[in-house]
């Protein structure tokens, strides 16, 4: 490999971002080039036919108006898709953090940064469900 092929390879190197909500991972990778968002292989709009779900998703890139720059490529498993979705606007918006830190506080105070702690109950024993308890009979 000579070193001006390594030189390129560094400069179009993408910029990555984790994802998570719920149960659901994102690994999302973007770099400058042609406006393509691919999850798992498939179109965004292929992928979150639900408009909230895809609107979710590309959120990042339209607030920072860079949704004709760059191409998207993240991977998401785990979780449902209102769960997966969300796992890719953050992996996107950390991804674009490290591609231009100078985007970060405005991400940050818009809430895009921020991971949302929010989780399913475990089932305690004793208990039908997480609170659920079952039915008590008097006689």
Same mark, same amino acid.
């Given at each position: 490999?000579?070193?001006?092929?390594?030189?390129? +390879? /560094?400069?179009?190197?993408? *910029?990555?971002? /984790?994802?998570?909500?719920? +149960?659901?991972?994102?690994?999302?990778?973007?770099?400058?080039?042609? #406006?393509? %968002?691919?999850?798992?292989?498939? #179109?965004? +709009?292929?992928?979150?036919?639900?408009?909230?779900?895809?609107?979710? *998703?590309? +959120?990042?890139?339209?607030? /920072?108006?860079?949704? !004709?720059?760059? @191409?998207?490529? &993240? /991977?998401?498993?785990?979780?449902? #898709?209102?769960?997966?979705?969300?796992?890719? $606007?953050?992996?996107?918006?950390?991804?674009? &953090?490290?591609?231009?830190? !100078?985007?970060?506080?405005?991400? $940050?105070?818009?809430?895009?940064?921020?991971? !949302?702690?929010?989780?399913? @109950?475990?089932?305690?024993?004793?208990?039908?469900? *997480?609170?659920?308890? %079952?039915?008590?009979?008097?006689?």
């Amino acid at each position: 490999m000579s070193s001006s092929a390594n030189s390129m +390879e /560094t400069a179009a190197k993408p *910029a990555y971002g /984790t994802g998570r909500r719920r +149960e659901a991972v994102a690994r999302v990778y973007i770099k400058p080039g042609a #406006a393509r %968002f691919t999850v798992n292989g498939r #179109a965004v +709009e292929e992928y979150f036919r639900n408009v909230a779900w895809h609107t979710a *998703a590309v +959120e990042p890139l339209k607030f /920072t108006q860079m949704h !004709d720059q760059l @191409e998207v490529k &993240a /991977t998401v498993r785990g979780g449902g #898709a209102g769960g997966q979705a969300g796992a890719v $606007r953050m992996g996107l918006s950390r991804a674009l &953090a490290r591609l231009n830190p !100078d985007l970060r506080p405005a991400l $940050r105070k818009n809430g895009f940064l921020t991971r !949302d702690p929010r989780m399913k @109950e475990r089932k305690k024993y004793g208990q039908k469900g *997480a609170r659920r308890r %079952f039915q008590y009979s008097k006689r």
